[in-house]
């Protein structure tokens, strides 16, 4: 009986612990944008093309779509759609995917840094509204 009463409360921190990181994905994406995406990209009704374009609504939308930005030939030729293993495969090694692109970003390995990502950006629309979660 006592080691129960040990691993009962174990297990239930555990059960708390996981809910919460499931919960809170988009959240912990807004950070991995923020630390790694920030300095070049926006996302929001307010955001502006920076070194590289606006994020908003880029979760299945085509490449090279946003309206004011330079794009490379790279991006603009490509017939690319950007579902989440394009973008996934695209941020891992951006040159590797897209030789010639002008995202000079080294690469992003973490999966579970790519989902938190990705969960945060898919709430974007092309306005820059953000999906209530
Ligand atoms: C050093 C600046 C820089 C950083 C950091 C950077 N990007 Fe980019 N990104 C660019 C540039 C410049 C382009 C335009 C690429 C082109 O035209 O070839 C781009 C293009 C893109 C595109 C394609 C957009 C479209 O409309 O086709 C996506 C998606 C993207 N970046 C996502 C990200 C994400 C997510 C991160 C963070 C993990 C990131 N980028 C980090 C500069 C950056």
């Known amino acids: 009986m006592p080691a129960l ?3 009962l409360p174990a297990f239930a921190f555990f ?3 996981t809910g919460t990181a499931a ?17 070049c990209h926006m996302v929001g009704p307010d955001a502006k093309n920076r070194l590289g374009p606006t994020l908003n609504g880029i ?5 090279g779509q946003v309206p004011g930005y330079a794009y490379s ?7 690319v759609t950007w579902g989440e293993t394009e ?3 695209y941020l891992r090694d951006p040159r590797g995917f897209m ?5 000079l970003y080294a690469g992003l390995r973490s999966d579970a840094d790519l989902a938190d990502l990705l969960a945060y ?13």
């Open 87 to 89: 973008l996934k495969t």
């Open 73 to 79: 030939p790279a991006n603009r030729g490509s017939s």
């Open 23 to 39: 919960a809170q994905d988009a959240a912990k994406g807004e950070a991995v944008f923020k630390r790694l995406c920030g300095t």
């Open 15 to 17: 059960l708390i612990i």
């Open 99 to 103: 030789p010639g692109t002008k995202m």
């Open 121 to 133: 950006l898919r709430r974007f629309d092309v306005e820059g509204k953000a999906a209530d979660r």
């Open 59 to 63: 979760v299945d939308r085509k490449a």
């Open 5 to 7: 009463c040990r691993i």
